[in-house]
């Protein structure tokens, strides 16, 4: 026995070397490739504008504690538009080609990109753009473009915004899986699906006045760039007056009906290259690394930190689309403990979330202004939780079409009672004390314990009034009134004070430096993510995650429902979060 034992130890024992011989060699594979040299840009050169892979305002850095390893990317909206901006005065690029774009983009960043390249335009430099099918979202982008083009037998999409919500009553009843719902505020949506089989009437007038207002501050500037009339751009949207080439290129949407070849050679021909030959290209990732290892000044000793909180607020210690507490807090501390940070500009990407986390970011907020002005920038949301970590800033950011707002709270409780009853189980409970066994989703929910919950919602929520009163400068029924879980435009919320300006990042960036008091200054980016080998693995695609395995075997669309199913049924606490998610395309 004891041979066999000597046997299998030494097997073991090779095994994990072999292993750690391995992870060592891949590891040390990656921090060699991370050190070789960034792409060359030719000379008269052209920026492919792709952003199917650009998803957030910041791409990440990450720290694997396990093996001493730091990883930052470069591929966020912020590094691109930073490399638009370098682009201007860079002699090898000549324009810029928005080729077929799918942008994953939310409107209030496609906003922030539409206005650097305008920026851009500037410059003397073009912009072409070509698409087989414009959707809307992606028009709106292009629109900026000095020459448009479009398939012969292509599509572009010009019909206004719309959002559909899905009614969960009746299928709850059937099935007899509810959802118990503890809440305030009035216009408090993200519950509403579970209480009703329609719209209230204070849904349909804050979802009305929201889409009312993003869609006049989108049409305002395709009206300015392509020089129509926002009177004739929405007798266009109604009458559905651009959804052919031919009609699109009447009503002056587009510029030229032609296939991509020919788009290929009028390029060539503004950059003086025959017709024969390839022209340069480098692709706005590529760039964007470049420009964002080689061009920091640093020189400048002054420093802006730019945490970037965007994704659900949750938990834990959170990730690129994740806000949790931990890599929050140890940002803002890291920052507040910087001799050289002037200031702070916290950029908010967030619907909201659990209302703790929302708490203790907004807590690090406090200890950190006492140190050092905090400048907010809202993204496409900064609702509910988004707002809550907002509020106490010194200066607040949105865009015009900004989503934010939504100040109230609620919690879900699922409820199988009628389910269990249907398949026959039978619960049975012992306790000590009444109140002992606390909430049950296999027993009907009583009022007792309904009282206790909503008591713990309305203290959470006069907790959420109270800090915007303090952070705003307005009475509790102030607030009050312009809460009740309501959300609000940008331009909206600017003119009920629960923002300062209607600008983006450039802006509030100026700002901070200005309540920094310094004018020579290089930004630095946050958060930090700490990772463990687990994670390594899933990097060098070692390991694949439970959420890419299933995505790959149901399809990205399907993904996404799951996932919305998923965060309405296991909420636990609280929750600061906004109606729903829009998507407009």
Same mark, same amino acid.
């Given at each position: 026995?004891?041979?066999?034992?000597?046997?299998?130890?030494?097997?073991?024992?090779?095994?994990?070397?072999?292993?750690?011989?391995?992870?060592?060699?891949?590891?040390?594979?990656?921090?060699?490739?991370?050190?070789?040299?960034?792409?060359?840009?030719?000379?008269?050169?052209?920026?492919?504008?792709?952003?199917?892979?650009?998803?957030?305002?910041?791409?990440?850095?990450?720290?694997?504690?396990?093996?001493?390893?730091?990883?930052?990317?470069?591929?966020?909206?912020?590094?691109?538009?930073?490399?638009?901006?370098?682009?201007?005065?860079?002699?090898?690029?000549?324009?810029?080609?928005?080729?077929?774009?799918?942008?994953?983009?939310?409107?209030?960043?496609?906003?922030?990109?539409?206005?650097?390249?305008?920026?851009?335009?500037?410059?003397?430099?073009?912009?072409?753009?070509?698409?087989?099918?414009?959707?809307?979202?992606?028009?709106?982008?292009?629109?900026?473009?000095?020459?448009?083009?479009?398939?012969?037998?292509?599509?572009?999409?010009?019909?206004?915004?719309?959002?559909?919500?899905?009614?969960?009553? &009746?299928?709850?009843?059937?099935?007899?899986?509810?959802?118990?719902?503890?809440?305030?505020?009035?216009?408090?949506?993200?519950?509403?699906?579970?209480?009703?089989?329609?719209?209230?009437?204070?849904?349909?007038?804050?979802?009305?006045?929201?889409?009312?207002?993003?869609w006049n501050s989108v049409v305002t500037e395709v009206a300015k760039?392509?020089?129509?009339?926002?009177?004739?751009?929405?007798?266009?949207?109604?009458?559905?007056?651009?959804?052919?080439?031919?009609?699109?290129?009447?009503?002056?949407?587009?510029?030229?009906?032609?296939?991509?070849?020919?788009?290929?050679?009028?390029?060539?021909?503004?950059?003086?290259?025959?017709?024969?030959?390839?022209?340069?290209?480098?692709?706005?990732?590529?760039?964007?690394?470049?420009?964002?290892?080689?061009?920091?000044?640093?020189?400048?000793?002054?420093?802006?930190?730019?945490?970037?909180?965007?994704?659900?607020?949750?938990?834990?210690?959170?990730?690129?689309?994740?806000?949790?507490?931990?890599?929050?807090?140890?940002?803002?501390?890291?920052?507040?403990? &910087?001799?050289?940070?002037?200031?702070?500009?916290?950029?908010?990407?967030?619907?909201?979330?659990?209302?703790?986390?929302?708490?203790?970011?907004?807590?690090?907020?406090?200890?950190?202004?006492?140190?050092?002005?905090?400048?907010?920038?809202?993204?496409?949301?900064?609702?509910?939780?988004?707002?809550?970590?907002?509020?106490?800033?010194?200066?607040?950011?949105?865009?015009?079409?900004?989503?934010?707002?939504?100040?109230?709270?609620?919690?879900?409780?699922?409820?199988?009672?009628?389910?269990?009853?249907?398949?026959?189980?039978?619960?049975?409970?012992?306790?000590?004390?009444?109140?002992?066994?606390g909430y049950s989703p296999f027993k009907p929910l009583d009022d007792?314990?309904?009282?206790?919950?909503?008591?713990?919602?309305?203290?959470?929520?006069?907790?959420?009034?109270?800090?915007?009163?303090?952070?705003?400068?307005?009475?509790?029924?102030?607030?009050?009134?312009?809460?009740?879980?309501?959300?609000?435009?940008?331009?909206?919320?600017?003119?009920?004070?629960?923002?300062?300006?209607?600008?983006?990042?450039?802006?509030?960036?100026?700002?901070?430096?200005?309540?920094?008091?310094?004018?020579?200054?290089?930004?630095?980016?946050?958060?930090?993510?700490?990772? &463990?080998?687990?994670?390594?693995?899933?990097?060098?695609?070692?390991?694949?995650?439970?959420?890419?395995?299933?995505?790959?075997?149901?399809?990205?669309?399907?993904?996404?429902?799951?996932?919305?199913?998923?965060?309405?049924?296991?909420?636990?606490?609280?929750?600061?979060?906004?109606?729903?998610?829009?998507?407009?395309?």
């Amino acid at each position: 026995m004891k041979f066999l034992g000597n046997v299998l130890a030494t097997i073991v024992g090779i095994f994990v070397f072999c292993m750690i011989c391995f992870f060592g060699l891949l590891l040390i594979g990656a921090l060699l490739g991370s050190g070789e040299e960034t792409v060359k840009v030719k000379n008269n050169s052209v920026i492919e504008l792709d952003l199917s892979k650009i998803n957030y305002d910041y791409a990440g850095k990450v720290n694997f504690k396990d093996f001493d390893y730091f990883k930052a990317q470069h591929d966020g909206l912020s590094d691109v538009l930073k490399a638009i901006e370098y682009a201007k005065t860079d002699d090898d690029i000549k324009g810029i080609s928005i080729l077929n774009n799918v942008s994953n983009l939310g409107i209030a960043q496609t906003k922030a990109l539409r206005d650097q390249l305008e920026d851009f335009k500037k410059s003397g430099k073009f912009i072409y753009s070509y698409a087989d099918v414009y959707s809307q979202k992606d028009y709106y982008l292009n629109s900026v473009a000095n020459t448009i083009y479009i398939n012969p037998i292509g599509e572009l999409e010009f019909k206004g915004l719309s959002a559909e919500i899905m009614f969960f009553k &009746d299928f709850q009843e059937k099935s007899g899986l509810k959802m118990e719902v503890i809440r305030h505020g009035k216009y408090k949506s993200a519950v509403e699906p579970f209480l009703e089989n329609k719209m209230s009437d204070a849904n349909r007038e804050q979802t009305t006045a929201l889409l009312n207002s993003l869609w006049n501050s989108v049409v305002t500037e395709v009206a300015k760039s392509r020089k129509i009339s926002v009177e004739r751009l929405n007798q266009i949207a109604d009458g559905l007056l651009a959804r052919t080439p031919e009609m699109a290129k009447s009503e002056r949407l587009i510029d030229k009906i032609a296939y991509e070849d020919v788009y290929h050679n009028d390029i060539r021909k503004a950059l003086k290259v025959d017709q024969d030959e390839d022209y340069n290209k480098v692709s706005i990732a590529d760039y964007a690394d470049k420009i964002a290892t080689s061009s920091i000044n640093f020189e400048a000793k002054d420093k802006i930190a730019i945490i970037y909180a965007q994704g659900e607020i949750a938990s834990g210690e959170g990730d690129v689309n994740v806000i949790g507490e931990g890599s929050m807090r140890r940002s803002l501390q890291e920052a507040r403990k &910087d001799k050289n940070v002037k200031a702070i500009v916290l950029r908010i990407d967030s619907p909201g979330g659990n209302a703790l986390t929302s708490e203790l970011i907004w807590r690090e907020i406090e200890l950190t202004k006492k140190v050092k002005p905090i400048v907010v920038s809202m993204g496409n949301y900064a609702a509910s939780g988004g707002y809550y970590i907002a509020c106490n800033a010194n200066e607040i950011f949105a865009e015009a079409n900004t989503i934010t707002g939504s100040i109230g709270v609620f919690g879900i409780l699922p409820n199988f009672t009628v389910a269990a009853e249907k398949i026959g189980l039978d619960i049975e409970q012992v306790r000590t004390h009444t109140n002992a066994s606390g909430y049950s989703p296999f027993k009907p929910l009583d009022d007792n314990y309904r009282a206790f919950a909503q008591e713990g919602v309305e203290h959470i929520y006069s907790t959420f009034v109270n800090r915007v009163s303090a952070g705003r400068k307005l009475t509790f029924e102030q607030v009050d009134a312009i809460g009740q879980g309501r959300v609000w435009s940008g331009q909206d919320a600017l003119k009920i004070g629960l923002v300062d300006k209607i600008g983006g990042m450039d802006e509030a960036i100026i700002e901070a430096a200005k309540l920094g008091k310094t004018s020579k200054y290089r930004t630095q980016d946050y958060p930090e993510f700490e990772k &463990d080998f687990g994670d390594v693995l899933a990097q060098f695609g070692l390991a694949q995650s439970k959420e890419s395995m299933i995505k790959e075997e149901i399809g990205e669309k399907n993904y996404e429902m799951l996932q919305r199913i998923k965060v309405m049924t296991t909420q636990k606490g609280v929750q600061a979060r906004m109606a729903y998610e829009l998507k407009i395309n």
